[in-house]
């Protein structure tokens, strides 16, 4: 028999080297500067091969931020029944992969461009704060049946607690981003700050 | 009797229109693009008479903003007694500020800038955060010491989690920024997520 090549995955492979190249793309010139033209070719395709994909230079860094952040893990949160220790996994797991620079250079680019551009924020929600907060929700709603977070508590406010502070610090550099602060984050948000 | 000039005076009004002008071409033109020269232009003043008071746009530009957050009101944080009121007054002060559209121009460039550029992270939070970080420490110990704060909790991670979610929130356009938000947040942050 020969080898029959499959288009299936050379699409798949080039849609990979795309993406990829998309993120490093976006780390060294930024997002203002980033093109379709100067991923085709840093990626080696043809400016038409991104085009069948993409519509935009929006969408195709979304998708490889998605790409890039693993689309089968991010599924779900994980769920051990221990609220408390399934968060600070994924945060820890945050951090870590905050302290990878190529990671760390595309997000500062996409940031930058969030706070200036309506557009690109609003694409920004609906590609991938919505659909990561979408699986928060459920993690902290089976917390809630566990009897492990308070049925009225606003799960967006939840959230934002909880995510938010490791966000703004590595944005703003306000401090260091250890897994010690995370661990803290944790146990405040959920113990809370009055006396008990 | 002839009117004599007052030469402190003259340089006081001279200070605050340099400000003033800095605080508006910032949120015009980005931070990028803010040139002493510029602002010079703008305030109808020698780069000479800018130059004897700021050694940077950088720190002409963090002067600004304090003086435009209001010098005199910002050396402390109201105390009442009721740490949740004061906290809410704050947040929902912020959030009126952050609507002025002069206010959130100059903002955004300040903090695009941040992301990016280490050495003015590093005077943000020399000149800005460490400063406004240090009134809510001691609102946030008299509130200790008052009972209403637990003794153990860790007054930067109280912050974070207290005044994080509103920056986030306005940077990242996740969902609109209003009384109620703020109000939830404090809520949420005093009493803590888990049931009681």
Redesign the interface.
């Given at each position: 028999m020969t080898a029959v090549p499959d288009p299936n995955r050379r699409n798949d492979a080039a849609r990979r080297a795309i993406l990829s190249t998309a993120i490093d793309l976006v780390g060294e010139v930024g997002y203002a500067k980033l093109t379709i033209q100067g991923i085709a070719r840093a990626a080696g395709v043809g400016k038409q091969t991104i085009y069948r994909w993409w519509s935009s230079k929006g969408s195709l860094l979304f998708d490889a931020f998605l790409a890039f952040a693993g689309d089968g893990e991010a599924a779900a949160l994980p769920d051990t029944g221990d609220l408390a220790a399934d968060l600070k996994l994924v945060l820890r797991a945050t951090v870590d992969e905050l302290d990878d620079p190529r990671y760390d250079q595309a997000m500062?680019a996409m940031?930058?461009e969030?706070?200036?551009d309506?557009l690109l924020?609003?694409e920004?929600?609906l590609r991938l704060?919505q659909p990561m907060r979408e699986l928060k929700r459920t993690r902290l709603r089976a917390a809630q049946r566990a009897?492990?977070?308070?049925?009225d508590?606003?799960l967006?406010?939840?959230i934002?607690?909880?995510f938010?502070?490791v966000?703004?610090?590595w944005?703003?550099?306000?401090?260091p981003l250890t897994h010690d602060?995370v661990d803290?984050?944790v146990d405040?948000?959920?113990?809370?700050?009055?006396?008990?």
């Amino acid at each position: 028999m020969t080898a029959v090549p499959d288009p299936n995955r050379r699409n798949d492979a080039a849609r990979r080297a795309i993406l990829s190249t998309a993120i490093d793309l976006v780390g060294e010139v930024g997002y203002a500067k980033l093109t379709i033209q100067g991923i085709a070719r840093a990626a080696g395709v043809g400016k038409q091969t991104i085009y069948r994909w993409w519509s935009s230079k929006g969408s195709l860094l979304f998708d490889a931020f998605l790409a890039f952040a693993g689309d089968g893990e991010a599924a779900a949160l994980p769920d051990t029944g221990d609220l408390a220790a399934d968060l600070k996994l994924v945060l820890r797991a945050t951090v870590d992969e905050l302290d990878d620079p190529r990671y760390d250079q595309a997000m500062r680019a996409m940031h930058v461009e969030i706070v200036n551009d309506h557009l690109l924020a609003a694409e920004y929600v609906l590609r991938l704060d919505q659909p990561m907060r979408e699986l928060k929700r459920t993690r902290l709603r089976a917390a809630q049946r566990a009897g492990q977070l308070a049925d009225d508590v606003e799960l967006d406010v939840a959230i934002d607690m909880l995510f938010g502070p490791v966000l703004n610090r590595w944005l703003q550099r306000t401090g260091p981003l250890t897994h010690d602060y995370v661990d803290q984050v944790v146990d405040t948000a959920l113990r809370g700050l009055q006396p008990r």
